[in-house]
């Protein structure tokens, strides 16, 4: 059914469902998504500035090739989180602007009502919607990866031999007493 084709009353709840729609739309485009990426970034990031932290208070530490090997990890999920905001906000931007040509066609009678959603969600199921998750993911991934790096070769065990545990710097440079 046309926009024309609707009764008033029918043309004034279509109205309030497409106005509705649109806050929907503008509120996924400023926020959608926010606590996942800040998530992935604090933790990367976090993970980078405590590692560089670790690395400045030990020599030995800096040698160490799993240390720089934790650090390229987080430093990609940094990366990779960038890449996740800026494909975020590209998806968010093509589905607002979709909306807003879809709905001035749809009133100009050019479209049907459910032509108009058709078109939404060919947008937010394209392959800029794919890539989203698919960075989200890789960001998670490198955390865990980097975490179980840094964690395996640097946190005292009772089984660690005395050699070992002379590469982790004492307590006092990390700021424990």
């Known amino acids: 059914m046309k926009f024309g084709e609707l009764t008033e009353r029918g043309a004034d709840?279509?109205?309030?469902?497409?106005?509705?729609?649109?806050?929907?739309l503008r509120s996924m485009l400023n926020s959608s998504g926010d606590r996942a990426e800040h998530y992935?970034?604090?933790?990367?990031?976090g993970a980078v500035i405590a590692l560089l932290s670790f690395m400045a208070a030990?020599?030995?530490?800096r040698e160490s090739q799993a240390a720089w090997h934790a650090l390229t990890l987080f430093v990609a999920g940094v990366v990779s989180c960038g890449l996740l905001c800026a494909v975020s906000y590209h998806l968010r931007l093509i589905l607002f602007r979709r909306w807003n040509a879809d709905t001035d066609k749809f009133y100009a009678g050019a479209i049907d009502f459910e032509v108009l959603f058709e078109n939404l969600n060919?947008?937010?199921t394209g392959a800029w919607a794919r890539l989203s998750p698919i960075?989200?993911?890789?960001?998670?991934?490198?955390?865990?990866?980097?975490?179980?790096?840094?964690?395996?070769?640097?946190?005292?065990?009772?089984s660690l031999s005395a050699g070992w545990r002379s590469a982790i710097p004492p307590r006092s440079c990390l700021g424990l007493f």
């Open 13 to 24: 709840a279509v109205r309030a469902q497409i106005q509705e729609r649109m806050k929907t």
């Open 58 to 61: 030990s020599e030995r530490i």
């Open 122 to 124: 060919r947008v937010a």
């Open 40 to 45: 992935l970034l604090w933790t990367n990031g």
């Open 135 to 158: 960075l989200g993911w890789l960001a998670f991934a490198c955390f865990v990866a980097g975490a179980s790096v840094a964690l395996t070769h640097f946190v005292p065990s009772a």
